[in-house]
């Protein structure tokens, strides 16, 4: 199974949750050549989904371009104590979700 | 154990349990196959500013100075170029990521629900120096922002 997301969630003083995801993943183009000269086919997360309370508060689809181990920040209406869900999804069909209480 | 929760676990590899999951009723199958397939290949896939914007839907998107981008003037390492986007446009409800230059131009977009601001930091790779457009989709229209930033050394890996 993939490495764990770091996640930080921290609840700020007027309502509004900062998310801060760190991912372990590869995020191969498939335009790179390995050391024997053959491409390394493309490996990288194609949607991220964020949730809370049972709704989603982020969808996001990406292409190869974001960095390899991506880094992620975005910020939406939440409280202290509860938790927020990402999960990921690749052009592989691997998946992973992890939480967060959000501090 | 009960016979779901058995299927679920024999399936291991994870586009077959996905699968099973479906299969034992904990995602919908409508959204199973939204939740697999909802990536915009088309969009991703384009190799001009213009192929991009219409795959997305965003025909002559409006300049605006109402979109930020923040980022570094000069980025060291290409492969890991850190950029911000927000707005201030009302009704913010998607927000992307567009690198000029690189072989692929879409980097990253995010659907934004109401009740998450219109924020969005990544990191992204960029192949040479090129301008950075930020596409935002504000009450049903297109706008857009652009920041130029140089690299040092190219990050696609080549």
């Known amino acids: ?103 | 154990m009960d016979a779901s929760r058995r299927k679920v676990l024999k399936a291991g590899g994870s586009a077959a349990l996905f699968g099973a999951l479906v299969a034992a009723g904990f995602f919908k199958p409508e959204e199973a196959r939204a939740a697999a397939a909802d990536w915009n290949k088309a969009a991703f896939s384009g190799k001009t500013m213009a192929e991009t914007l219409k795959a997305m839907g965003a025909n002559n998107p409006a300049q605006s100075n109402a979109i930020t981008i923040t980022g570094p003037d000069i980025a060291e390492n290409g492969a890991v170029v850190p950029v911000t986007v927000q707005t201030t446009l009302p009704k913010a409800e998607a927000i992307a990521i567009l690198v000029e230059k690189n072989p692929n131009m879409l980097a990253a977009s995010f659907d934004l629900p109401a009740g998450t601001e219109p924020l969005v930091g990544t990191r992204v790779k960029m192949g040479q120096t090129s301008n950075v457009y930020a596409l935002v989709k504000a009450d049903g229209k297109y706008y857009t922002a652009v920041k130029e930033i140089k690299v040092t050394l190219g990050g696609c890996g080549g």
């Open chain 1, 1 to 103: 199974m993939a490495d764990p997301m770091k996640i930080r969630a921290k609840a700020e003083a007027n309502g509004v949750v900062d998310v801060k995801v760190l991912f372990s993943h590869e995020m191969e183009t498939g335009q790179r050549k390995d050391a024997s000269g053959k491409l390394v086919p493309a490996h990288f997360i194609q949607n991220v989904t964020a949730s809370y309370q049972g709704r989603t508060v982020l969808n996001a689809q990406w292409g190869p371009a974001v960095s390899k181990n991506p880094f992620l920040n975005f910020r939406f209406k939440g409280n202290k104590g509860d938790k927020v869900q990402i999960t990921w999804l690749d052009n592989k069909g691997d998946t992973r979700t992890d939480e967060a209480v959000i501090g």
